[in-house]
């Protein structure tokens, strides 16, 4: 089993579509949970992150931590084409030289 | 604006040459990481440094190596390029601290082929 998994997609919803990202882990020491999207041809750059379980939100974005059952979340609200992009979860123990482990990405194609 | 460049962005190499990829930042960052990314598998670390001269094995570091001379420098080297090692190689780089907690901020990648 991976440490991190995550559906690769591709995903396709119609604009205005409220989207649902998600990663499962297996490692109960993970408490750091990030959300990065990557464009085509460009380096991952980082969306949202949130520490141990909870809600966090940002605009037309929120990402959940539901620690329990190791499962995490993005959510797109109001989607645009311009949203369009890979959708990466990383996530750490936060012991010092504990580095991120990232999901396989999942690309998202919102279409207009 | 933290920037992380990348030397190449499309690479074409020979089965056995020897591959240097460089990584340059801006931003007096600690910490300075090569990944690489391939379709399904994700971003796998291959080794990371905390510190000029200082390096650490990542999850995947046979057939590679690195080199740290000076703070804003981290080279990933292929000592003898294999076509397994066709991938796309991302570089990153982050604030101090924990290694695990601080954003990382990634180059534009650099897209080898070994023929």
């Known amino acids: 089993q991976k440490e991190v998994e995550q559906d690769p997609g591709p995903l396709s919803v119609p604009e205005g579509a409220i989207v649902s990202l998600n990663c499962t882990y297996s490692?109960?020491?993970?408490?750091?949970f990030m959300w990065y999207r990557q464009y085509s041809r460009k380096g991952p750059e980082l969306l949202m992150y949130?520490?141990?379980?909870g809600n966090k939100e940002d605009g037309r974005f929120t990402a959940q931590v539901d620690k329990s059952s190791k499962y995490i979340s993005l959510f797109i609200r109001d989607s645009q084409p311009s949203d369009s992009a890979t959708y990466l979860c990383?996530?750490?123990?936060?012991?010092?030289?504990?580095?991120?482990?990232f999901g396989p990405g999942t690309r998202l194609s919102v279409l207009p | 604006d933290v920037k992380v460049t990348q030397s190449s962005r499309y690479l074409v190499k020979r089965t056995g040459e020897k591959v240097f990829l460089e990584c340059v930042q801006d931003?007096?960052?600690?910490?300075m990481f090569w990944y690489r990314q391939d379709p399904g598998l994700g971003l796998r670390l291959i080794y990371f440094?905390?510190?000029?001269?200082?390096?650490e094995k990542g999850d995947i570091p046979e057939g590679y190596s690195v080199s740290r001379e000076k703070k804003e420098r981290f080279s990933l080297i292929l000592e003898s390029a294999s076509t397994n090692q066709t991938s796309m190689y991302l570089c990153?780089?982050?604030?101090?601290?924990?290694?695990?907690?601080?954003?990382?901020?990634f180059g534009p990648g650099t897209r080898l082929t070994v023929t």
């Open positions: 931003m007096d960052h600690e910490n």
């Open positions: 990153a780089s982050s604030l101090s601290g924990l290694a695990g907690v601080d954003e990382q901020y």
């Open positions: 440094s905390y510190d000029v001269k200082m390096k």
């Open positions: 990383a996530m750490s123990a936060m012991d010092y030289g504990q580095n991120f482990v």
């Open positions: 490692n109960s020491a993970f408490q750091y």
């Open positions: 949130t520490y141990s379980s």
